[in-house]
């Protein structure tokens, strides 16, 4: 018999809502006092500059307006820790759609204020049940809000590691959600109980096939905080660099995640 499939943890969806609202609003506010100089700046994702990403950033959260904009598909095809692995196909779509939407719209303030008033007036009266069919593949809103905690804590990082001193802060409930869907889909990805992967406050998972634990101090351990960890699901950075640099402690013949990092690839 197969292993019975990770069944994805609940989330309160007026929290959710509650918390794109605020990340973005966050992200809004700092590449509002950006200068053309810095808005020109290299960033971490290949050739992008400042502004292809900030415009990025209203792309992956403008898609739930647009979205609902439309008629309702019939039915779901694509499960919340599913999402991680599906996004990775979309990434030459993403890129030019990136880019257009950042030549076609010089005043950026003037964007996020706009998707923001949309993204509010949307999401004040949709239920959660309601389908969505977007890039990677029809979602109930509920699911594909928790997926944009992700887009929006790892792209608030990479603003943050492009612009020295930006200094885009990390809405608790958006960062919570972000490290629990992640730690969540290398579960799935990975099932078993020989390792067990921490990241406190906010998550802790078992995976890997092997020896499970049940008691006492589990003899492979994983533990790392919030933003290295999404840093390594998201492929922002190497498990052996995260491991060299102390980011990450790592004990027992199982405790090596290398080769299943990042789960959005």
């Not at 809000?145 to 590691?161: M, Y």
């Not at 067990?196 to 078992?206: D, G, K, L, S, W």
Request: glycine share 8%.
């Amino acid at each position: 018999m197969p292993p019975a499939k990770k069944r994805a943890r609940t989330y309160d969806p007026a929290k959710i809502r509650t918390a794109v609202l605020t990340q973005f609003g966050h992200v809004r506010r700092a590449v509002s006092g950006l200068t053309g100089e810095q808005l020109a700046l290299p960033t971490r994702l290949g050739s992008w500059t400042v502004r292809d990403l900030a415009a990025h950033v209203v792309l992956v959260v403008g898609v739930t307006s647009r979205a609902l904009e439309r008629d309702e598909p019939a039915k779901a095809e694509l499960r919340l820790l599913e999402w991680p692995a599906a996004i990775a196909a979309r990434a030459g779509d993403i890129d030019d759609a990136t880019r257009e939407l950042a030549g076609a719209h010089p005043d950026l303030g003037a964007l996020y204020a706009d998707t923001e008033e949309r993204l509010t007036r949307h999401l004040a009266d949709a239920p959660g049940d309601r389908l969505l069919a977007v890039r990677t593949g029809t979602m109930s809103l509920a699911d594909f809000l928790v997926t944009r905690t992700v887009e929006l804590v790892a792209h608030s990082d990479d603003l943050n590691a492009a612009v020295p001193g930006l200094g885009i802060p990390y809405d608790r409930q958006t960062l919570a959600a972000c490290t629990r869907l992640l730690a969540d889909a290398l579960a799935a990805k990975a099932p078993g109980g020989s390792t067990e992967v921490r990241i406190p406050p906010y998550a802790v998972v078992q995976c890997v096939e092997g020896p499970r634990h049940t008691r006492g101090t589990p003899p492979n351990v994983v533990e790392t905080d919030p933003l290295t960890w999404i840093r390594l699901a998201t492929g922002r950075v190497a498990w052996q660099d995260a491991v060299a640099e102390a980011k990450v402690s790592a004990s027992g013949e199982r405790a090596d995640l290398g080769g299943l990092l990042p789960v959005m690839a």
